[in-house]
């Protein structure tokens, strides 16, 4: 298995335009999840689906952010418009529960974004 | 709330020390405990998780249910182990999701 894959690994924009982060998960797997991270905030929760269902969006910072999956294979993440505020490392993470036990999550390599 | 604390931000040993990288958690049932590991500017690995009781880079960590730990531990550091390490909690009501701690950074000096 290729394990998580984001796209892209780097991103750079300007601040206003919008921004589409993407992933595909390990196969298999019915969680995905999507964080942020940063050097002042640390590794934040953003949204995470079940079954392609997003289950908790409360760490959605502002409208602005929406998340999407529309099949068990891939995800986005939207930013639209975007601020430098934003930047940050985004990671996505899936995950699988086998017989009731959660066997913890896989990460992406992330995407590094910076609005400039 | 189920809630997982590493009271330490920095940890600088000398290569060859001993490490004990601190993790309690908040959680009445039985939990599902997890470390990752982030070397610089790559993503989060996982390192163990308890139900497995394995040994990884020399690493190991032990439950204590009492003490509501879950304390990493090698006992030769090196080098390469500097990297900021991640606790988790597997959430009580079985969705999937992880509660992480704030992170602590391992610096293994020469």
């Known amino acids: 298995d290729a394990g998580v894959i984001q796209s892209p690994r780097h991103e750079v924009t300007e601040m206003g335009q919008e921004v589409t982060l993407r992933c595909k998960p390990i196969?298999?797997?019915?969680?995905l999840f999507w964080y942020r991270q940063t050097m002042m905030r640390g590794l934040e929760l953003l949204i995470y689906?079940?079954?392609?269902?997003?289950?908790?969006d409360s760490g959605m910072p502002e409208d602005r952010f929406s998340a999407k999956m529309p099949n068990a294979s891939f995800s986005t993440l939207k930013i639209q418009p975007s601020e430098p505020r934003d930047s940050a490392v985004y990671f996505c993470?899936?995950?699988?529960?086998?017989?009731?036990?959660?066997?913890?999550?896989?990460f992406g390599s992330g995407t590094r974004l910076t609005v400039v | 709330a189920q809630r997982v604390t590493q009271p330490e931000k920095l940890l600088s040993v000398f290569k060859g020390a001993p490490v004990e990288l601190k993790c309690n958690y908040s959680?009445?049932?039985?939990?599902?405990l997890f470390w990752y590991v982030q070397y610089s500017r790559q993503r989060l690995q996982l390192l163990l998780r308890?139900?497995s009781r394995e040994s990884i880079k020399g690493f190991t960590a032990d439950l204590n249910k009492g003490e509501t730990s879950f304390h990493l531990k090698k006992p030769f550091a090196q080098e390469e182990d500097s990297a900021m390490y991640y606790c988790?909690?597997?959430?009580?009501?079985?969705?999937?999701?992880?509660?992480f701690g704030q992170g602590t950074t391992l610096q293994v000096k020469p």
């Open positions: 308890h139900i």
């Open positions: 988790a909690l597997g959430s009580p009501s079985n969705t999937g999701k992880l509660i």
């Open positions: 689906f079940n079954n392609n269902v997003p289950i908790d």
């Open positions: 993470a899936s995950s699988e529960i086998r017989q009731g036990v959660n066997y913890g999550y896989t």
């Open positions: 959680y009445s049932g039985s939990p599902e």
């Open positions: 196969s298999g797997h019915d969680y």
